[in-house]
């Protein structure tokens, strides 16, 4: 009889389960075992969102250095945080 199977997650090491039915599903299609948990795998396609690259910006009104998610050559004006509540 076919149970659910505890592993340990590869990146964080963390046990969890696999059902049956995916146990199944990956020996169908001869692809191996997860290996990590499903919070990993799921923050990984987090991670690579959050992971945006950040630019060296100049605040538009006071110069100071910042970083932002913008790129210099988008149309965004940005400001720093002083700047920024200042405008409002
Ligand atoms: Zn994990
Ligand atoms: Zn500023």
Same mark, same amino acid.
């Given at each position: ?8 997650? !590869? ?30 795998? !799921? ?14 910006r100049?605040c538009g009104k006071c110069?100071v250095?910042l ?10 004006t940005i400001y720093c945080e002083k700047c920024y509540f200042a405008e409002?």
């Amino acid at each position: 009889m076919e149970q659910s199977a505890k592993f340990n997650c !590869r990146k964080c090491g963390k046990e969890f389960l696999v059902i049956a039915q995916e146990q199944a599903f990956y020996k169908q299609k001869g692809i191996p075992m997860p290996f990590a948990c499903p919070e990993c795998r !799921r923050g990984r396609r987090q991670g690579l969102r959050n992971k945006r690259k950040l630019y060296a910006r100049e605040c538009g009104k006071c110069g100071v250095m910042l970083e932002s998610t913008y790129p210099p050559d988008s149309p965004y004006t940005i400001y720093c945080e002083k700047c920024y509540f200042a405008e409002f």
